[in-house]
């Protein structure tokens, strides 16, 4: 089945504990993102990566840290959370840049205290 | 930059009803999409559509990209339609970057 995979599904976690959200696609789609989204604030983009070691900054890139090592995996780490990083996180790929129909993930709950 | 901006922001409907959703961007966009996030917070892609118009099943969209606008037209809804609706676009300049409408929140009534 295609698909795009996060886990975990929901952390809960402390302050300055490093930590990564794992992303995976099975179906060789080239561009992955990361997406936040806060009650008012809507959906906003992370990080983006158009192929294998292609990354970029979206919207709001300050605290978190990616890598696109395979075309499968898009890593999201955070090293050193803080509490304002408590959010949805949704993953996303599609087959190209130019493609853009997207394909989400789960997402993921992350609570930081 | 890039406006997005989605109306109504809610909505409520009898079950059978039909509705029209609009997501207006201020500027010129290579790619448009529209997703809807059910109840349990699942994200789902509908349309991908830059231009023109495509349709599946009760749902169809038109984009009118030289006006800068596109729709998404609910017919005969149904309680399972409910959700909330986003638009989103890259911006222009071929950089891949996305942004959303803040959305509309629709609900179904049985």
């Known amino acids: 089945e295609a698909q795009v995979t996060q886990n975990p599904r929901y952390l809960i976690t402390v302050t300055g504990k490093k930590l990564t959200v794992t992303c995976s696609q099975n179906m060789n789609h080239e561009y992955m993102s990361w997406y936040r989204q806060d009650p008012g604030l809507g959906l906003r983009q992370i990080y983006y990566s158009m192929n294998v070691e292609v990354t970029d900054k979206g919207d709001v890139p300050e605290g978190y840290k990616v890598s696109r090592k395979e075309k499968r995996n898009f890593p999201l780490i955070l090293e050193s959370p803080s509490p304002n990083q408590t959010s949805l996180y949704f993953c996303?790929?599609?087959?190209?840049?130019?493609?853009?129909?997207?394909?989400f993930g789960p997402g993921t709950r992350l609570t930081v205290l | 930059g890039i406006q997005v901006e989605q109306s109504p922001p809610d909505l409520i409907l009898q079950e059978g009803a039909n509705s029209t959703l609009r997501c207006n961007f201020s500027d010129s966009v290579n790619n448009l999409q529209w997703f809807h996030q059910n109840p349990w917070g699942q994200l789902i892609n509908l349309f991908y559509?830059?231009?023109g118009t495509k349709q599946n099943g009760r749902l169809s969209a038109t984009t009118v990209a030289t006006e800068r606008y596109s729709l998404l037209y609910i017919s005969s809804s149904q309680t399972t339609d409910s959700g909330v609706y986003f638009c989103a676009v890259d911006r222009p300049s071929g950089t891949y970057k996305y942004i959303f409408g803040t959305g509309t929140r629709l609900k179904v009534l049985a």
């Open positions: 559509i830059p231009s």
């Open positions: 996303a790929s599609s087959l190209s840049p130019a493609l853009g129909t997207q394909y």
